[in-house]
């Protein structure tokens, strides 16, 4: 199946810990994003990468820090955890000058 | 201004009526206009889209219509099903920022009721 996929889907962790998230996209696409969804479910895109390249940078905390391995990939590693940063986080991709981004199905992380 | 404000919050509709779902925007600079739905524990879908240049898109029960003047687009789903129970979620593109950054609105919670 071409689609955009993510994991993990759940992740439960403790305040302080580290953890990453990866995605994949298979649809040949050359711009991946990350948005997080927050408990009243808004979506507000953090990052953008197009070619391995980061060309969005919103005001996220340089606690998380995404990684672009290849046009296919990007994943995000969040230190130092904080129960703020509970919220499903999207993966999504798109090919520029297209508009439509097609997103992954999310991965829930609650921080305890 | 890079907001898309949407409304209502929330709708209840009964099987094959209406649902209405209105956006409204500031930033002239917006050059693309997507609809995604949402359901419970999945990522957003795409549903339709529209371009400025366009007043009206329709894709099966779906409509788009576009009041460029007045910087306001809608969602029309005619003969709502019970299925159609999601989130959906307005969103607008920046022309000027480039890579298909999406700007999304607050998101209106549909419950069709058989």
């Known amino acids: 199946d071409t689609a955009v996929s993510q994991t993990p889907k759940y992740l439960v962790t403790q305040m302080g810990n580290d953890k990453s998230i990866k995605c994949e996209q298979n649809?040949?696409?050359?711009?991946m994003y990350w948005y997080k969804q927050d408990s009243k479910k808004f979506l507000k895109i953090m990052f953008s990468?197009?070619?391995?390249?980061?060309?969005i940078n919103e005001t996220v905390p340089n606690r998380f820090s995404p990684k672009s391995p290849d046009k296919a990939h990007l994943n995000l590693h969040i230190n130092s955890l904080e129960l703020g940063d509970s919220a499903v986080y999207f993966c999504?991709?798109?090919?520029?000058?297209?508009?439509?981004?097609?997103f992954g199905p999310g991965t829930r992380l609650t921080v305890t | 201004q890079q907001q898309v404000k949407q409304s209502p919050q929330s709708l209840i509709v009964q099987k094959g009526g209406i649902s209405i779902i209105n956006c409204a925007y500031e930033?002239?600079?917006?050059?693309?206009f997507p609809w995604y739905q949402q359901f419970p524990g999945k990522g957003p879908a795409l549903l339709i889209a529209?371009?400025?240049?366009?007043s009206e898109k329709k894709e099966g029960r779906f409509t788009i219509s576009f009041n460029k003047s007045a910087k306001q687009f809608s969602l029309h789903i005619m003969d709502s099903q019970p299925g159609d129970s999601a989130t959906y979620f307005c969103?607008?593109?920046?022309?000027?920022?480039?890579?298909?950054?999406?700007?999304f609105g607050a998101g209106t919670r549909l419950a069709v009721h058989p």
């Open positions: 999504a991709s798109s090919q520029v000058g297209i508009g439509t981004a097609f």
């Open positions: 930033n002239t600079a917006f050059d693309y």
């Open positions: 649809l040949g696409h050359d711009t």
């Open positions: 529209i371009r400025p240049d366009v």
């Open positions: 990468y197009n070619n391995k390249e980061l060309i």
């Open positions: 969103a607008a593109r920046n022309a000027l920022s480039g890579y298909n950054k999406l700007i």
